[in-house]
């Protein structure tokens, strides 16, 4: 798995296995439009939540739930 790959910036360690995070071309498209915005979101998201911890699981979680559904945009 790549340092920069946004699974990393995510905190998907090691032993998670690529299959179960669908490891494609749709992925390297996903991350080469989120990885540029990373900042931004954690930003505003710390601004919204107050809290590191909370911040980073609301980027986590939207950007989750952004490519489940990347497919359908």
């Not at 909370?54 to 952004?66: G, I, Q, S």
């Amino acid at each position: 798995m790549k340092k920069n790959s946004l699974s990393a910036h995510l905190g998907f360690n090691a032993e998670t296995n690529i299959d179960d995070h669908l490891l494609t071309a749709s992925q390297l498209e996903f991350e080469s439009l989120v990885i540029p915005l990373l900042n931004s979101l954690y930003s505003t998201a710390l601004r919204m939540t107050f809290l590191q911890e909370k911040a980073e699981e609301l980027v986590r979680t939207t950007l989750f739930e952004a490519f489940r559904d990347f497919d359908r945009y």
